[in-house]
């Protein structure tokens, strides 16, 4: 029998079982000893597919450990993680048995989940996995995260910025029945050549949005869907876009335009009307403060300021504001 204190630190671990995915235009290999982690992130990320040709790019490494509970995770929900860092390395903590550790100069992470936290899959994977994941993503690549929705065609993509309540979803969720594909829903990546990449495994549907696809071809993957609960206290419906029928973006497309979403209402007339670079500005700076944090920020942001910018009314109908995105588009 093995004594522990050969390998106080588990550094002699076993390899464990490897997945490798595509994820935003990245290989990651996904290890672990433990069957249910490797099926988290095989759920979170599995079948996304390179576009042709696609140019392949550096493989990042992600550890799985599966921990033994240490203390019960009472409530509806795990507290919420608990962020630091230091030389470069990013620490996502719940507890001592839940957390995340992401070296981005070795372009690896470990994620650590324990079978209590497993069983809020939501938060396992949205608050542990997919933190360590976009982490990397971000840093060992130079782009960065805008917290946006993007829908696009084969050939470009538009960006869709908004505050709460001011229709993004409604609007994202009616574009992509109308044909468009689906690049993000939540979190964009941005890089310095003007392109935007995203991981389009769930759309995240408010009440209004879940009305929208009742009915329609989409609606045998609305009803397999979960309701889950965002910190904030909003509850969506988090329906699998894989093999829905939706169109999925294979990889980055470039940024034909950013929408500024209203609120406001424009019964008639134009809904799409030209927004100045300062205000884009504005808003960009105000929304965005995570990634005005980035390295990459500065030079992101000049170059988004170049892209045409609009913003969108709401009009009598969501189809009018999918039609209007298309005209953008095309």
């Known amino acids: ?6 390998d106080p630190f588990g550094e002699r671990r076993p390899r464990g079982k490897l997945r490798i995915l595509h994820v935003a235009g990245s290989w990651i290999t996904f290890e672990s000893e433990n069957q249910a982690l490797l099926d988290l992130a095989e759920y979170a990320y599995g079948g996304m597919k390179p576009a042709a040709r696609a140019p392949a790019r550096t493989t990042i490494r992600v550890r799985l450990m599966s921990t033994a509970d240490v203390a019960p995770l009472r409530g509806r929900e795990p507290p919420e993680p608990r962020a630091s860092a230091f030389e470069g390395m990013v620490l996502g903590s719940v507890d001592a048995a839940n957390f995340v550790l992401v ?12 079978p209590a936290m497993l069983r809020h899959r939501y938060h396992a994977r949205y608050e542990l996995l997919e933190f360590a ?8 690549h130079g782009t960065v995260p805008l917290h946006a929705a993007c829908i696009g065609t084969r050939r470009s993509c538009v960006l869709l910025l908004g505050d709460s309540g001011a229709g993004k979803s409604t609007a994202c969720v009616s574009a992509l029945l109308g044909g468009l594909h689906y690049v993000a829903e939540d979190s964009v990546i941005v890089d310095s050549r003007m392109v935007a990449s995203g991981v389009p495994s ?3 549907l408010t009440a209004a949005a879940a009305r929208l696809v009742r009915g329609t071809e989409l609606d045998e993957a609305l009803a397999r869907s979960e309701v889950i609960r965002r910190r904030s206290g909003i ?17 980055p497309l470039p940024i034909a335009a950013v929408v500024v979403l209203s609120a406001r209402h424009r019964r008639n007339g134009e809904l799409l009307r030209p927004l100045a670079s300062s205000a884009l500005a504005r808003t960009l700076r105000a929304g965005q403060p995570y990634a005005r944090g980035q390295p990459e920020w500065r030079v992101i942001l000049s170059k988004l300021l170049r892209v045409p910018a609009f913003t969108l009314f709401r009009g009598n109908a969501p189809t009018d504001s999918a039609q209007a995105l298309r005209a953008v588009l095309y």
């Open 235 to 251: 509850r969506k419906h988090e329906m699998d876009a894989r093999g829905s029928g939706l169109r999925l973006a294979c990889g």
């Open 202 to 204: 769930f759309l995240h």
């Open 1 to 6: 029998m093995k004594n522990a204190a050969d």
């Open 133 to 140: 994941v976009s982490v990397l993503l971000t840093r060992v």
């Open 103 to 114: 070296d981005p100069e070795r372009r690896a992470a470990l994620v650590a989940i324990s």
